[in-house]
C-alpha cells in the first residue's frame, strides 16, 4: 500500500502542477523555439520547457515525504541526481538561447554524479552463480567501472531516446513498473519506492506530453530519468542477480539500450562523432519508413513492452 499510494501522490501532484509550469515556461520565455534547420527538432511551433522541474520536484518530495528512512546512500543519489539536473537545465537553457553547450563538460559532470553515488553505496559488486549458489565477488576496481558505465550510460541512452512526443517518458514509466516489481521481490525497499514513484512521475507528465505535446521536459528531465533508471536497477535487479538474470534490467532497458548501441556502432563505422545527435535513432528511422510520430511511439512501447514482460519472465525462471 505504501508504493501504490507513493505512485498515487506522485501522479497527482504531477497532474496539478505541470500546467502551472507550463504556464509559468510562458511567462519566463523559456520556450523551444522551432528549428527549421534541424531535422532532429519534430516540432512546427514553439514548446514550453519545465516540466523536468517537476519530474525533479515531485520524485523528491514524495520520496522523503513517504520514506521511511533516509539514508546516507539516499543522500548521495539526491546529489549525484541533483547535478544530473541542474547540468541539464543549464544546457537547456542554452538551447533554448539558440546555442549548444559542448558535450565534455555534460560528460564531465555526469561521471562526476556517476562516481559520488558510487561512493554513496550504489554499486554492482558481483552475482551469484547459478550452478553451485556460490557468489561471486568482483573486484573492487571492476565493480567501480562497470557501475559508473552502467549509471552513465542508461542516463545518456534515455535522454538519446527523447525525440518524440512521449517517447522517453513511456518508455521510462514502462521500466520503472518492471524495476519496481524485480526491487519488490528482491525485498529491496528503497529502490521499489523510487520505482513506485518515478511511474507516478512519468504518467503525470505523459497526460501532458502524449502527442501532440503541451510541455517537454528537456535535457534536464531526460537525464534525471535515465539517472534514476540506472540507480533503481543497480539497487533491485542487479542485486543478488544470477549470470543469467543479470540480462533483467538490460531487457528492461532495452529499447534505449540496443537501439542506441547500434546508433552508436553506425557511426563509428561512418566516422561521425558518438555524441553528436543525429537522425539515427529508432524513432526517427520508423518515421523515414512512412509512419507518423504517433505511430513511432506507439511500436516503441509495444516493443518496449515486449521486452520487459520478457525481462519478468526471465527474472521468476530464478536462473
Known sequence: MVYAFALLLALIIMLVITPELRKL??????????????????????????????????????????????????????VGSTLIFIMGMIDDWVKIRGGDLKAWPKMIVQILACILVYVGGVQFIGFTNPFDGSYVLLPVELQAVLTIVWLFGVTTVINFTDGMDGLAGGISCISACTLCVVALVQGDGEAALMGAILVGVCLGYLRYNVFP???????????????????????????????????????????PIFDNLYVM?????????????????????????????????QVLYLVSMCLNLSAIILFMLRI
Request: proline share 3%; aromatic share 12%; charged share 20%.
Open 213 to 255: 505535446a503541451k510541455i517537454l521536459m528537456g535535457d534536464a528531465g531526460a537525464t534525471f530519468l535515465g539517472f534514476m533508471l540506472a540507480i533503481i536497477s543497480l539497487d533491485g535487479a542487479f542485486k543478488q542477480a544470477t549470470v543469467v538474470s543479470i540480462f533483467v534490467p538490460i531487457l528492461a532497458l532495452g529499447v
Open 25 to 78: 515556461a510562458y511567462k519566463i520565455d523559456y520556450i523551444e523555439k522551432p528549428k527549421v534547420d534541424s531535422e532532429r527538432k519534430i516540432h512546427k511551433e514553439a514548446k514550453p520547457y519545465l516540466a523536468a522541474v517537476g519530474i525533479f520536484g515531485v520524485f523528491w518530495v514524495v520520496y522523503f515525504l513517504v520514506g521511511q528512512e533516509i539514508t546516507m546512500k539516499t543522500l548521495w543519489i539526491l
Open 265 to 297: 556502432y553506425m557511426r563509428m563505422k561512418q566516422g561521425k562523432p558518438i555524441y553528436v545527435g543525429d537522425t539515427s535513432q529508432v524513432h526517427f528511422r520508423l518515421v523515414k519508413k512512412g509512419m507518423t510520430q504517433k505511430q513511432a511511439v
